[in-house]
């Protein structure tokens, strides 16, 4: 006959060899052991709360038994750690997905005490240089957009301190993509530390010198890009272009001037037409194409790319309803696709107005036909624009959407 033991496989109680092992026996045996264990929780105020070990020891130890000290404590190292870094106003970490990460990223920047290694996130690069330098290039998202061109050029050479107006407003641009890109290349970092120096110094006070450490950090930029682009490889990479559309961006907030800019804007245009059209088909990509579209289409009195039906065909691709005014309207990307077709009238006006030879009567009138075409259909734009208006919600002069 089989014994007790050998008919026990497993036991998760067992005090002694006496015990009943009967299901009731045990139920009244646990309950006396936890009503124990429960007294207890209630004298250290730890009843009914669940985790509290994911915080520091110290923070839950036996010399902290009040309900009044552990919060203080909470307060301390979560709410008011970040604090503890020198006071930056133009420091603006990204605001964390979840209330996990945001905990995380608070704990991350307290000095006051170490978290064990396997309670904290390390900091990325991308997060290494935004606190290296004090400021969040993500807040330059309206010079990212694709209402940027000489007219933004032009005031910021002239003023640089607007850039300070600018920083209030978010916009949706590629630089939502920075912080997972970052580390995918050497020169999109040289070209992102090279644009958050150069903000830094016009923010800062003149007695900071950051013009060296500028100039520097601009000619190591220059230098990555062209060995990138000089790569068969790497220069048809979206990373590239993107350190390219960044760089850019320190052209715009140059005071020496906008012709920097201007030759800039026609390197990434060559290279996105290197690229092709096929190459523009993730939402990243497509980002990087809307940023500079509105530069693209009025440079040098040249036929613009982007009237091949190859290209129109991105950017309808590119069409998004969530907002009926964005850039990624139907509304906007329409008028885009006009303004392509503009670029090249401009092109032959000018070839036969210039032209030492008379031009033929018929090439000036299929020009003036295909011109008035086009006038109609931007008149019915405009009415369509403001039809589109008119049914939206009214912004109030002083909102920040007016001032957007």
């Known amino acids: 006959m089989a014994t007790m033991s050998e008919k026990t496989i497993f036991q998760f109680v067992n005090a002694a060899p006496g015990v009943s092992q009967r299901s009731e026996d045990r139920t009244v045996i646990r309950k006396r052991a936890m009503k124990q264990a429960a007294a207890t929780r209630r004298m250290n105020g730890s009843y009914g709360k ?18 009044d000290s552990r919060q203080n404590i909470l307060k301390a190292s ?20 979840t209330n996990k990460e945001k905990s995380l990223q608070k704990l991350r920047r307290s000095n006051s005490f170490i978290q064990p290694s396997t309670t904290i996130l390390p900091l990325t690069e991308y997060e290494k240089m935004s606190l290296k330098y004090g400021f969040n290039i993500l807040d330059l998202s309206t010079l990212a957009t694709l209402h940027v061109g000489r007219a933004t050029g032009q005031i910021l050479s002239e003023d640089p301190s607007q850039l300070i107006h600018l920083l209030r407003f978010k916009q949706k641009s590629f630089f939502s993509y920075l912080p997972s890109r970052y580390e995918e290349c050497a ?26 450490t500028v100039i520097s950090l601009y000619l190591k ?12 490889k790497q220069r048809l990479k979206p990373e590239v272009l993107y350190a390219i559309e960044i760089l850019a961006l320190y052209e715009l907030l140059d005071s020496s001037g906008q012709d920097a800019w201007i030759r800039h804007a026609a390197g990434a245009s060559r290279l996105i037409r290197l690229r092709g059209p096929k190459r523009f088909d993730s939402e990243f990509e497509k980002a990087l194409l809307m940023a500079h579209a509105g530069a693209i289409a009025v440079l040098n009195n040249e036929r613009c790319f982007l009237e091949e039906e190859s290209w129109k065909e991105v950017f309808r691709s590119i069409i998004t309803s969530d907002s009926p005014v964005s850039d990624r309207s139907e509304i906007v990307i329409s008028l885009m696709n006009r303004k392509s077709d503009a670029t090249g009238y401009f092109v ?6 210039c032209q ?23 008149l ?8 589109l208006l008119e049914r939206l919600p009214r912004i109030l002069p002083g909102s920040i959407d007016y001032e957007k």
Request: glycine share 2%; with cysteine.
């Open 50 to 67: 669940h985790n509290l070990r994911q915080f520091p020891i110290f923070i839950f130890d036996e010399d902290n038994k009040s309900e």
């Open 78 to 97: 979560l709410d008011e750690s970040e604090h503890t870094l020198p006071y930056n106003p133009f420091l603006e970490r990204v605001e964390p997905q």
């Open 187 to 212: 020169c999109l970092q040289d070209a992102t530390m090279c644009v958050v120096a150069r903000v830094r110094q016009i923010v800062s006070s003149p007695s900071e010198n950051w013009a060296e």
């Open 221 to 232: 930029a220059l230098q990555g890009v062209q060995k990138a682009l000089e790569c068969p």
């Open 348 to 353: 032959e006006v000018t070839s036969i107005i």
């Open 356 to 378: 030492k030879t008379k031009p033929s009567s018929r090439a000036i009138i299929e020009l003036t036909f295909k011109v008035r075409q086009l006038r109609a259909e931007l």
């Open 380 to 387: 019915q734009w405009l009415g369509d624009y403001q039809s």
